[in-house]
């Protein structure tokens, strides 16, 4: 396998924190968790969205695709300005940025520049992403596996609880009170970070445009990255055209309100525990073979949807399913990524996360344009087709797919 080189051309020390205060942990899991629940607010108050504006409800998969394709933007284009910018200034305007902008979506006057202001959210929604590099760099190494283990559950908890309480804030204060209440919010943790971010060393010779350069190079000369981060995008793709378009299908069909949608969210809870469950299946399991199992339960429950259609068990079971199964498939792949060259890890995990969520936004897409066609056969058929591109990607001329561990 090819090695990429390094741009570092001048070799810096970092000094790792001695420890991390709790409070400070506390601050920087609250601005993890805020910051990606951006990208998911929308997706339980679709419905009174789409009334305000006088639209139908299942024209507004937009408003995820240009989430979710804003995010994967800031993913390949951001993510690398850490190495570059001193992370006291970086993360905590990114922050206060996104809190700002999300102040504009709640007084947006049209679907138009609410979608723009959607697509800006998703670019400035990477400040978690940049506390858990900084954390990795700075925080003792001792520490570390604790402080990043908890940056990552406040991911998860944050996608989690975005779409519990959008929903049931959105349906007793409105949806554009929600957003002035978490661009509040936002706006007060990014200036708390100011003064609670460590001012570590920075490469001043790094340049922003050879650093993109290097990451086509890595793409192109990493078979095995490409292999993964494809087959993780074909499964969340699955999941974001679930989310994206429950809430609407839920309204149109069962009457639902967007309070009773985002109780759904509860859920995803399971998946805060698909990476103690990874391990104990890789224990017994070739990680391939994991992949092909879950997959397959993605699978059955889906065809098990088609049968069953809108029933509460149903749905109930097809969601925990999906959370589950993307969760652990996305822990899976993204760890075999930072290991193929532990001197790119921060680049190659930048490629990851963006094929990762541009695979969201067109999930999102077709998810939409299967769900308005198919009603909820098109729900279930969807996610069942992206796993089964996904499992044909991952055993494409693939020698290492084997189900029992060596």
């Given amino acids: 396998m090819r090695h990429i080189p390094i741009l570092y051309l001048k070799s810096y020390a970092m000094k790792p924190e001695l420890s991390l205060p709790r409070w400070t942990l506390a601050l920087y899991c609250l601005a993890t968790g805020f910051s990606v629940a951006a990208v998911v ?13 006088q639209m139908p409800v299942d024209t507004l998969w937009r408003l995820s695709v240009a989430t979710q394709f804003g995010y994967g933007v800031g993913l390949i284009l951001g993510l690398p300005l850490g190495d570059m910018l001193p992370p006291r200034r970086l993360i905590p305007v990114s922050i206060i940025s996104l809190g700002a902008v999300l102040l504009l979506v709640s007084w947006a006057p049209s679907p138009v520049l609410m979608t723009i202001l959607f697509c800006l959210t ?23 596996p604790v402080v990043v283990g908890h940056l990552l559950s406040s991911l998860f908890a944050g996608l989690l609880l975005a779409r519990v309480l959008s929903g049931w804030g959105a349906e007793h204060l409105g949806w554009r009170a929600v957003y002035q209440l978490v661009g509040i919010l936002t706006l007060l943790l990014g200036i708390a970070l100011l003064r609670n971010i460590r001012q570590n060393a920075i490469n001043t010779q790094l340049h922003y445009l050879p650093m993109l350069r290097q990451q086509g190079q890595l793409w192109l000369n990493q078979p095995e990255l490409r292999r993964l981060a494809l087959v993780a995008a074909c499964f969340f793709a699955a999941l974001n055209g679930i989310w994206a378009n429950l809430a609407s299908l839920a309204h149109a069909t069962l009457h639902w309100s967007s309070g009773q949608t985002g109780l759904l969210a509860f859920t995803a809870i399971v998946a805060l525990g698909a990476p103690a469950m990874v391990r104990w299946l890789q224990n017994h399991w070739h990680w391939s073979g994991v992949i092909v199992l879950l997959g397959t339960g993605v ?31 996305q822990v899976i792949t993204q760890g075999r990524v930072l290991s193929l060259d532990p001197f790119a890890a921060s680049r190659l995990n930048s490629l990851f996360m963006t094929v990762f969520f541009l695979g969201a936004a067109l999930g999102s897409w077709l998810g939409g344009i299967a769900v308005h066609h198919f009603g909820w056969t098109g729900m279930y058929l969807f996610p069942l087709v992206c796993t089964l591109f996904g499992l044909a990607l991952l055993g494409w001329r693939n020698k290492e797919l084997c189900f029992v561990r060596v």
């Fill in 122 to 144: 998703g670019v400035l929604s990477i400040g978690g992403q940049l506390l858990i590099a900084h954390c990795a760099k700075t925080v003792a190494p001792e520490q570390r």
């Fill in 41 to 53: 607010y929308h997706q339980s108050m679709t419905q009174l969205i789409a009334a305000t504006f």
């Fill in 299 to 329: 699978v059955a429950v889906s065809l098990a949807g088609c049968w069953l259609g809108s029933q509460l068990p149903m749905i109930i079971a097809f969601l925990i399913m999906s959370d589950v199964s993307v969760r652990s498939i």
